[in-house]
């Protein structure tokens, strides 16, 4: 698998893949991630616990899209 970029084009590439398909993600409660809607745990935090409702997808993903990372992944802990 490629390592994700974290250029702000990227990032709005991605949040725009999301917002055209909410129903295929969720955001986790631990972290505020958005993570793909068949994951049980959430990959960065690993919690159980997440918000489905599209709005709130839609909303987090604009968000997220517009700003620079600032949570911690598996792969930068390697």
Do not use: W
């Not at 949040?15 to 993600?25: G, R, S």
């Not at 997440?50 to 600032?70: D, K, M, W, Y």
């Amino acid at each position: 698998m490629a390592p994700l970029s974290d250029s702000p084009e990227d990032r709005a590439k991605q949040a725009d893949k999301i917002v055209k398909n909410p129903a295929n993600y969720k955001i986790c409660e631990g972290c505020d991630s958005i993570i793909v809607v068949k994951a049980h745990t959430c990959p960065n935090c690993a919690s159980y616990r997440f918000e489905e409702s599209t709005a709130a997808v839609i909303q987090q993903a604009r968000v997220l899209g517009r700003r620079e990372r600032r949570s911690v992944m598996v792969s930068d802990l390697q």
